[in-house]
């Protein structure tokens, strides 16, 4: 007889490692014990040796479904005559800590039992087992027990407390675990907060959402907004009540048939969809779709989930209908969580209200994903990822960096780990402000991270470098240029430590010398960077104005690179132009008023929108780039593009704009289909990229190039661009489960101030 001292990490404790344990070691003949501790999962075996290294290969490659086993560790121990296998109670340990699953969407197995009129728990909106169901959202600090999730106060009935003991039912230890007896319940609610009695909340919400009502949903993390996706005027009554006249709405769908009967999925896209993770994701939209398009204006892709949670299979299977299922706050706001928040923030938005008795510990978003080049990429990182952390090719110091002010996340570093939050939203209110200070504590306390060094964005008006600075005393603080932070992003996700050419393309990021840096070919690795080239600066007429008004950067552009005779000409964008505003505009570019300087390539996409009349006002942030990307017609295989040069300046490398802008101006006169302008434009961006890069590596002899900032959303864009530079020899990173966007800034800037300090 020999014994085993066995140590698991990872993501091991809410997702039936134990009960697996159990019978693993029951199935070999084995005795001992298995507990949670704050750290790991301990494992005690004695047995048989052939048994126990069988035991040992199986431990890994039979776990369950939703474990990430990040390392085992295993020793010999003199035998102690153990009689039976056990499980103990968890084992709580001072500065040890443990990956927390994210939540998980319902299970096969479950979902059956919902849907089965036999069975117990049929219909119940709060169904799961240790496979599925809230995790994140529920817990409160670790180990991951009852008392420390937001189900301590639902004691289970006599059934749900023997499926909860019994270590060969599914259910043993799900903390979540309920049945209609014991466990949450619905309650409706209409606009004025008044009760409304009936039998079935789900069914009355059901004829309420075919009536063409706007219904406030509470989910896992918070609160949907929904409504009937074909009717056209409650799509619109909700854009009027929530301040959101164009940016996409994400749908629901029943099932994955039905989301084939509106949009084009591919394997790869199935697979995502349907994951435990189930992100909105968003796929090609099909010509005879019944969904209004009014969800997704302009747009050829429509973000679609399948439901997620046993209420949502239920609502959707009850109302027959696709539903529009949206982040449940006013635009820009946090997603709303609690039952009275929601009644007080969504009044006037909602016209009834589908509440539950379970608290919402952690405020949690959907995440959203594209498949592109046939692999995933997340947009945005909330639920189904966070807070499961991204992996580091080092030991990193206990690092917290604030993020950006756009799409913000927070980082913080501890050990091999970075644990990315889920996304927090636009730091523009005190709300959102207020939802980043508080998951910030949710996630020192349950990782047991104690940061000394804060990392943050350069710009001093981002209410996330505010909040550093404000710390200044308690902590080392560490400024991270935007750009250096989005390639580092990346390198890190693909666990690249070495130097690289990194293509930073995005709206706004401040710059090192103080402009507004946007188009940027840097050199770089975790502890610096070298700017070897960008886009051609031009001046920001009005500043954030030239933002929401993209016309006016094509102005800029065109007064900038070509003079004012040539806004004497005909360009149909300067119809809408007053003659008051064009003479503002020229005075702040003569003058250098309220007229920073930019080499923001999305700012380029913004003005080249505008310029050949796709749009010259935005309602929300890049729509003028999204839809330039929408117009350009797929069938142009082998466009060149338009002409460009590359000169240097002071041993930069600064790609000139003036012969792309006379080109397009010359395709307008000759009335060329915009369709093939945008297609020509975005193959020029993509064939300066590749130039760029080939200059860079002629004198670095660097050959991996990184992808990254938002602008590389664009599907069209990254694709040309990654198949360019790969036909050309480059190897190529791009971002998958950390987003290209500002969502992925914070990861890059922990590991750049983790490096400052090393030697």
Known sequence: MELFQISVRGVVQGVGFRPFVYQLATKHKLTGWVCNTSGDVKIEVEGE?????????????????????????AAGAPPQGYTQFEIRHSIAEEGRYQLVSPDIATC????????????????????????????????????????????????????????????????????????????????LIDGNGRAIACDDVIATASKLLKEGKILAIKGLGGFH??????????????????????????????????????????????????????PILLLRWRENSSISRKVAPELKYLGVMLPYTPLHHVLLRETGLPLVMTSGNISEEPIAKDNDEALRRLRGIADFFVLHNREIYARYDDSVAIVERGKPQLIRRARGYAPYPIHLPFKAKQVLACGAELKNTFCATKEDHAFISQHIGDMENLETLEHFENTIELYKKLFRIEPRILAHDLHPEYLSTKYAKELARE?????????????????????????????????????????????????????????EGHLEYVPLPGGAAAIERPYRMAFSYIFTLLGESILGQELPFLEEVDEYEKEVMKRQIEKGINSPLTSSCGRLFDGVSALIGVRGKIDY????????????????????????????????????????????????????????????????????????????????????????????????????????????????????????NDGGISLGQAVIANFAFSN
């Not at 040796?49 to 560790?73: C, K, T, Y």
């Not at 996706?229 to 409650?234: G, Q, S």
């Not at 070495?498 to 690795?525: H, K, M, R």
């Not at 992808?707 to 050309?728: P, Y």
């Open 49 to 73: 040796r052939e048994a126990l290294d069988q035991f040992l290969v199986e431990l890994e490659s039979e776990a369950p479904p939703l474990a990430r086993i990040e390392g085992i560790i």
């Open 108 to 187: 096969d197995a479950c979902r059956s039992e919902l849907l089965s009129p036999e069975d117990r728990r049929y219909r119940y909106p709060f169904t799961n087992c240790t496979n599925c169901g809230p995790r994140f959202t529920i817990i409160e600090d670790i180990p991951y027990d009852r008392p420390k999730t937001t189900m301590r106060h639902f004691r289970m009935c006599p059934q749900c407390q023997r499926e909860y003991d019994d270590p060969l039912d599914r259910r043993f230890h799900a903390q979540p675990n309920a049945c209609p007896e014991c466990g949450p319940s619905l309650e």
């Open 475 to 531: 902590f080392t603080l560490v400024g991270v240029q935007h750009h250096h932070a989005h390639i580092v992003s990346c390198l890190v996700e693909n666990g690249i430590q070495e130097p690289v050419i990194g293509v930073a393309f995005d709206g706004t990021g401040y710059g090192s010398d103080g402009t507004i840096w946007g188009g940027e070919f840097l050199v770089a690795n975790y502890k610096g960077f070298k700017r």
């Open 225 to 278: 907004l929904a409504c009937d996706a074909t009717n056209e005027e409650a799509i619109q009554l909700l854009r009027d009540r929530k301040r959101r006249p164009f940016k996409p709405l994400a749908i629901m769908l029943a099932t994955l048939d039905e989301v084939k009967e509106h949009c084009f999925v591919s394997n790869d896209e199935e697979r995502l969809l349907t994951s435990p993770e189930c």
């Open 621 to 740: 942030e890049a729509q003028a780039a999204i839809e330039l990307e929408m117009t350009a017609l797929d069938d142009i295989k082998n466009s060149e593009g338009y002409p460009f040069s590359i000169v240097e300046q002071e041993g930069v490398k600064i790609v000139k704009l003036k012969d792309l802008f006379e080109a397009i101006i010359l395709d307008l006169k000759n009335r060329l289909p915009r369709g093939i302008i945008s297609m020509n434009f975005h193959h020029t961006i993509a064939r300066m990229v590749v130039e760029m890069c080939h200059l860079i590596a002629a004198e670095s002899g660097l050959c991996k190039a990184v992808l990254s900032g938002g602008v590389f959303q664009n599907r069209l864009l990254l694709r040309l661009t990654a198949d360019a530079l790969e036909k050309e020899g480059f190897t190529v990173l791009t971002h998958s489960l950390v987003p290209t």
